[in-house]
Structures are given as C-alpha cells and as structure tokens.
C-alpha cells in the first residue's frame, strides 16, 4: 500500500497492542471524503504478523495518531463478516461492537489509518520510518504552463526532424559511394533492377537483375532479406546511364509492394519539374538501374503513434510533465517473496522499491552493480504478484543480454529470464518479439513462439508497437541509451514503469543533435530522474560493483561516481602484469573518410594483444579493442588479422558498440595525436567523458590505455581542446607508475 505503512506493520508488535476501544464522537460520520480502506486491508491481509492470534477471520489494522504517523500501540479489526458483511471491530468495554465499512470510511476513527493510503502523508515521517525514498514524492522540476503545454509537441518535432536528418544522411551516404559497395557494407540497396515498362495503379514495376537460381529468388521476403529494402521504405531511384538520363534523377520514390523479385516504385512527383521527360524515361524497359535507401520510416512512425497515446494518458501525461506525485502503494511486493537470495541489500532495497511504486522507480546500475540480476528479479516478483510484464530496451544486444545472457544449450545462465522462464525453472512464460533479430541461439530456438499467453514479453523499444495488449509493468533496461520519443512505444502499452540504465555512460543516439541536448532527445530516465530531473527521490543506485580489478575502477569511481562504488569481491589482476597501464606513443593521426586512424597504435594494439596471448595466456575470444573511430576499427582489425595467429577472433569495436558487453582484457586505443591539440568528440561536455567511461569499465582483469598524452591532456596551456579528464587520468597513471613511454620505431610490429 505504501512504503511508510510497510516500516509501520515492521514496527508494530500485535502480541503487545490493545483493541481501539472509542471515545465520543470517533464513529461519527464527520469526514467529506472517506478513506481508501480497501486498499490499506488488503495490503495488510497479506502481512502474516497482523493475523489476529485468536481470532481466525480477524485482520489487525494498526492505528496511528489523529494528525501524525506515529504508532498508538491500538488497532482495529477487519473482517469480512457471514452476516454482517465486512466490519470493523471494536473494544466497547464489555464485548466485541462493530461498525460496518461505509460507516467506518467517513468516521473520525478513518483518520487514524489514512496515512498508511499513499494518497496522505504526514508533516513529519515518524521515528520507525527508514526509507530512502518518500512515500509520496513531488515533483522537484515540473515543468512550466507552457514548457508542459508544448512537451509533446516538441518530442513530435524532435521525431520529424530525425526523419529529416537521417534522410539526408543517407543520401549523402548514397551519394559518396555506389549500390554496390553500399550493400556489401550491409546498407540498404539493389545494384541492379530493369523496369518492366508501363505503370500500374500509378506504380512502376521493376524486377531484379541476377544470374542466380530464380527459384531461391522467389522465395518469401527474399529482397528483405538480401538487399535491406523493405515495402514503405523511401528510396533513391538512380537510373542505367546518368550522362543519357533526365537531369531529375536520381529521383525520390517509395517502395509500394515486394512480390519475389518484383518491387513497384511510386515516384516522388511533387520534387520533380519536369514530369513528362521523366514520366517517359521510365515507361522504357531498361535494365541496369538501382535502388539505395532514403529513409525507413517505420522506427519513426511507431514514436509518433506513441507519443500521441502517450499523450492522451492522464497518468503517462502528468507523469512526464511533473503534474502529479509519484507514489508508492503497488502491492506486488507483500503479494510475491524474494526468490534470489543472494541478491545484495541495495539490489534488495531496489527490487523492493520497484514493486512498491505505483507508476515510476528508477534503478541507476554503474558498471558491474548487478543490474541486469536485479531487473531479472523485478520480473520474477511481478509475475508471482500476477503482473504481465513488457521487457524492452534500446537494441536486440541489450534485449537478449536479459533474456539470455551467456546462456548455452546446456547451461542457463541464473542472472537472465531465460534461467526461470519455460525452458528453465519454469516460473513463467517468456515470448521475445522477432526472435529472428536475435544473434542468440538460446532466444531464437526457444522463445520466438510460446504455448498459451506470455507472463513476460521481451521486445526491442520500437517492436513494442506490433502488440496488441496492455501490461502492468514495464522493465526498460539501458533506459539511459534511448529517446524519451523511442522510450514512449513501450510506455504507452504499460501501467508502471521501471527504469534502470547508467546515465553516466552513452547518450541516446541523435541524428539531429550529437550528442542531445533537449528533453525529446534525452533519454526518460534522466528526464525524470538523473541530474536536473523532473524527479529526485525515485529510485536508487547500486553501489557494489563485482566485474573490475579494483585498479581499473579507481578511476571511474572517483571521475563518474562521487566514490559510492565499493568493491564487491577480489578480482585478480593477470599474472606478472598491473591490472592498468597507460601507454604514451607520438604517432600521427589519418583522416579516412570524416573518421580518424593512427597506424602507430594500432600496431602498439597488436603488440599488446600478442603479449595477452603468449605470455598471459589469454584465448583471443577474451580480449577487446576498443576505439572511439570507425577507421581505427578497420587499422586494428588489419594489423590483427595480418600479423597474430587468430588474430581475427579478437573483438575489436567503437566505443558505442562495446557498451554493455565486457572482457577478461580490454586495450583501448584513444587515436588523437596532432600538432593543435585537437582531439574531437572525445572533449564534448555531454558525451565525451562518458565514452572514456564506457571504455575503461568494460574490463574485468586488465586495461590498457594507449594514446599520445601530449595532445590528449592539453600540456599546451589550453591552446588545443584537449581535456581536464584526460589531464586527471595522466597524472594518475604517471604518479601510480603505471604510465609507459613508447617510441613508434621500436613497436614489434612492422607497419
């Protein structure tokens, strides 16, 4: 019921406490607005201690003060009468008297449990409550008349402004390259189509040029799958020979209808002048023109029709505008028990909170706190409450990673769903949505279908929109790596939701703000809670981290955490080696393709990672590389491959991509190393920590920092951009020893 009637149940003792008996007036009909009895006995029907000893039907109902929360040592008693019906009973002096529930609400006495309502709140908590949250929390920063008024209006801005971004950046993308190379780099495009002639229904038809076997062509979804075009999908229509073709092209179209081999075109119209020569252009057979992808609408389309619900929400509405409390009366908790015992007591405390909150509690999870374990434990007590539960995050990765987890064929892992679900200890039915997406063989062979109705349903943010049910909770994980706009798809089909992710690492993505400034941009989680949230007491952080060597996480702790993370168990470092080094190289830096690359880390990486093989003895399949650039991607991956046995097995990643996942050993390769001190977006205020963040907090046992610390940490008096973070993370690993000079000539490497 709430959290304070929760402390007050603990505290009171009925073996020692006395049946109310009244003084004038307390049954007396004095009260406008009666009390919400139904939900406080309820609540305390399910707390074993308030069980009368003598009599079976009786319910004990602690009493407070008139005008405090403060425990009287009196009680009444609930019970659902044969005759009477449900009553209250009283002490008259001589006998048992009773007064029946409609009464009771509307009587002087009612004020006595109101408080344990999450509707009322005392002036003062009393003495026995211990909580760090509020029963009933204010908004700290609602937002303003018209700031509320406008809020949705901008997050539906903010959705079509993306649209507008990532249209031109795919064209641009198209542009620079050809739909060849685009659809070996996995980007949507058909090299090479013929037109079939004259329109139909306004459509022109064209068919896939392939020498391939045509019945393998044919197939269901086949240019889906092989080519990233979908119906709906806005295209760029390029044609057979630009020199003999209308100056209009490549022209603008939507994909209308896929049937095999054949897709119909409806061409943008409104963009073209000179309709008649195009219009004639294409009514000719040709063979050799191709399709590239301008937008695909669909991800956008599901956060409008979400916004709009969410929108039309009294409860989602005031909620994310900060016009209503948010309260903790959800009976989950006392209707299930703890089923992970060795759960910690903050995860303990955030589980418990959880299930308490009636429509909002955040979990904040630095890296290693056991997050994931937690949420899983949240699922577990809200379908034993009865609950159906909606799981979402951002991505499939991060989708799976709960599902799932390192879960084999044999093996479940305990800390996933799939460990409890009907494949496991058989606690619920678990459904994922588009279980085909997945890269987890666990997921995709036993939780694309279920038997009957799912307990739990497991979906990406924006394959939330396909269903066609409400849930009673929503778990959103990496809530922090998601829009408030994608964020709003799950919401609108849920009644609470619980949000957990680290706001201290990565943003959302934005195509229109890198990285997001505004509230539509930013993720929900540190729109209602993080700094400068609309909320402040509305959730907890998880203090004990387990993955990292203590070495690795002093930095973060101290730079990211305000040093509230405490060290969970031991880890040990690798054999003959600190669990922390930095390396400082003078290379030079490449600029390929508006990305950066640095050949002289890059091959210090290789280096490095040889070292972790042969004389640590790590498998390559426990190491990572991790960088802020995509062409540095492409150098490590070359060096690897070229010059280390399995080399190639070696993970190598951006910095964005390796965000919830971990290693035995990470290298980190930092790139920047010019003359003016520049080093890009790793100085933005808003992400740019936060990236270094990320890197370092993926290793488990070691981590090796390689970049040049002349342009990195400013040494120039503020004349390049340089940082103060990585000014602060030099003289740490200089003043610990831990820092090591390398001249590029003398890398074991050649180049």
């Given at each position: 019921m709430s959290l304070l009637f929760e402390n007050a149940i603990g505290d009171f003792e009925l073996s020692t406490a006395t049946l109310y008996s009244p003084t004038n007036g307390d049954l007396e009909a004095t009260r406008d607005e009666p009390v919400p009895i139904d939900g406080i006995v309820e609540y305390a029907s399910y707390h074993d201690r308030l069980d009368h000893p003598e009599k079976d039907d009786w319910i004990a109902v602690p009493l407070h003060e008139s005008d405090s929360a403060a425990l009287t040592g009196e009680y009444i008693a609930f019970t659902d009468h044969a005759l009477h019906g449900e009553i209250f009973v009283y002490d008259d002096g001589d006998d048992y008297e009773s007064i029946d529930r409609d009464a009771f609400v509307e009587s002087t006495l009612a004020e006595r449990v109101r408080f344990w309502h999450s509707d009322y709140a005392p002036d003062d908590p009393p003495s026995y409550f211990d909580s760090p949250i509020a029963e009933r929390e204010p908004p700290r920063r609602p937002l303003s008349g018209d700031d509320a008024a406008s809020f949705f209006d901008e997050l539906e801005s903010f959705v079509r402004a993306e649209m507008d971004a990532q249209r031109d950046a795919n064209g641009e993308k198209a542009a620079g390259s050809t739909p060849e190379a685009l659809r070996e780099q996995g980007f949507g495009a058909i090299p090479s189509l013929s037109s079939l002639g004259q329109p139909e229904d306004g459509t022109y038809r064209f068919r896939i040029d392939d020498d391939g076997d045509d019945r393998a062509q044919d197939r269901h979804r086949y240019v889906q799958r092989e080519f990233g075009i979908f119906e709906g999908n806005e295209v760029q229509l390029f044609p057979p020979n630009a020199e003999r073709a209308p100056d209009?092209?490549?022209?603008?179209?939507?994909?209308?209808?896929?049937?095999?081999?054949?897709?119909?075109?409806?061409?943008?119209?409104?963009?073209?002048?000179?309709?008649?020569?195009?219009?004639?252009?294409?009514?000719?057979?040709?063979?050799?023109?191709?399709?590239?992808?301008?937008?695909?609408?669909?991800?956008?389309?599901?956060?409008?029709?979400?916004?709009?619900?969410?929108?039309?929400?009294?409860?989602?509405?005031?909620?994310?505008?900060?016009?209503?409390?948010?309260?903790?009366?959800?009976?989950?908790?006392?209707?299930?028990?703890?089923?992970?015992?060795?759960?910690?007591?903050?995860?303990?405390?955030?589980?418990?909170?959880?299930?308490?909150?009636?429509?909002?509690?955040?979990?904040?999870?630095?890296?290693?706190?056991?997050?994931?374990?937690?949420?899983?434990?949240?699922?577990?007590?809200?379908?034993?409450?009865?609950?159906?539960?909606?799981?979402?995050?951002?991505?499939?990765?991060?989708?799976?990673?709960?599902?799932?987890?390192?879960?084999?064929?044999?093996?479940?892992?305990?800390?996933?769903?799939?460990?409890?679900?009907?494949?496991?200890?058989?606690?619920?039915?678990?459904?994922?949505?588009?279980?085909?997406?997945?890269?987890?063989?666990?997921?995709?062979?036993?939780?694309?279908?279920?038997?009957?109705?799912?307990?739990?349903?497991?979906?990406?943010?924006?394959?939330?929109?396909?269903?066609?049910?409400?849930?009673?909770?929503?778990?959103?994980?990496?809530?922090?790596?998601?829009?408030?706009?994608?964020?709003?798809?799950?919401?609108?089909?849920?009644?609470?939701?619980?949000?957990?992710?680290?706001?201290?690492?990565?943003?959302?993505?934005?195509?229109?703000?890198?990285p997001p400034e505004s509230a539509a941009g930013m993720s929900l989680f540190e729109h209602l809670y993080a700094d400068g949230g609309v909320y402040e007491g509305v959730g907890v952080q998880l203090r004990t981290q387990y993955r990292m060597h203590r070495d690795i996480a002093w930095f973060s702790n101290r730079r990211f955490y305000d040093r509230a993370l405490r060290q969970g168990r031991d880890v040990a470092s690798l054999a003959d080696r600190p669990a922390l080094v930095g390396y400082d190289v003078g290379g030079s830096e490449e600029t390929i393709d508006h990305s950066k690359r640095n050949d002289a880390e890059a091959r210090l990486v290789a280096h490095v990672v040889d070292e972790l093989r042969t004389e640590a003895g790590l498998e390559a399949a426990e190491i990572g590389v991790i960088t802020p650039y995509t062409a540095q991607v492409d150098a490590v991956r070359t060096k690897l491959t070229a010059q280390l046995e399995r080399g190639r097995e070696v993970t190598v990643d951006t910095i964005d991509s390796f965000q919830g996942s971990e290693k035995v050993a990470i290298v980190i390769s930092l790139v920047r190393s010019n003359a003016d001190g520049e080093v890009g977006f790793l100085d933005r205020p808003l992400d740019g920590p936060r990236r270094l963040n990320v890197a370092m907090t993926r290793a488990e046992r070691f981590c090796a920092l390689i970049g040049d610390w002349y342009t990195l940490r400013d040494s120039r008096g503020g004349a390049g951009d340089g940082t103060d973070l990585y000014d602060d993370l030099h003289s740490f690993l200089e003043s610990t020893g831990r820092l090591r000079r390398v001249e590029p000539e003398f890398i074991p490497i050649p180049e």
């Open positions: 209009a092209f490549p022209i603008a179209a939507t994909v209308g209808s896929i049937e095999g081999r054949t897709v119909r075109l409806a061409v943008d119209w409104h963009a073209i002048e000179d309709r008649s020569t195009v219009g004639g252009y294409l009514r000719q057979k040709r063979r050799g023109y191709a399709v590239t992808l301008l937008l695909n609408s669909v991800p956008y389309d599901r956060e409008l029709e979400a916004i709009a619900r969410v929108r039309e929400r009294d409860d989602h509405r005031a909620l994310l505008t900060g016009e209503t409390a948010v309260t903790f009366g959800d009976t989950a908790g006392v209707k299930s028990s703890q089923q992970d015992v060795e759960l910690n007591q903050e995860q303990e405390l955030a589980v418990s909170c959880a299930l308490l909150a009636d429509h909002l509690f955040c979990i904040h999870g630095p890296p290693g706190t056991g997050k994931t374990r937690t949420l899983v434990e949240v699922v577990r007590r809200s379908v034993q409450a009865g609950d159906d539960v909606l799981v979402c995050a951002d991505s499939n990765q991060a989708v799976d990673n709960l599902v799932a987890g390192s879960s084999t064929a044999a093996t479940a892992d305990e800390r996933s769903l799939h460990a409890y679900a009907q494949h496991g200890a058989d606690e619920f039915v678990l459904r994922r949505v588009n279980a085909g997406n997945s890269s987890n063989d666990v997921v995709g062979e036993r939780y694309a279908t279920c038997d009957g109705r799912a307990d739990v349903v497991a979906a990406t943010n924006s394959s939330a929109a396909t269903l066609d049910r409400e849930f009673d909770v929503l778990v959103l994980d990496e809530a922090t790596q998601a829009t408030c706009t994608a964020s709003c798809i799950p919401l609108a089909r849920a009644n609470k939701v619980v949000l957990a992710g680290d706001h201290k690492q990565l943003p959302p993505f934005s195509a229109t703000e890198d």
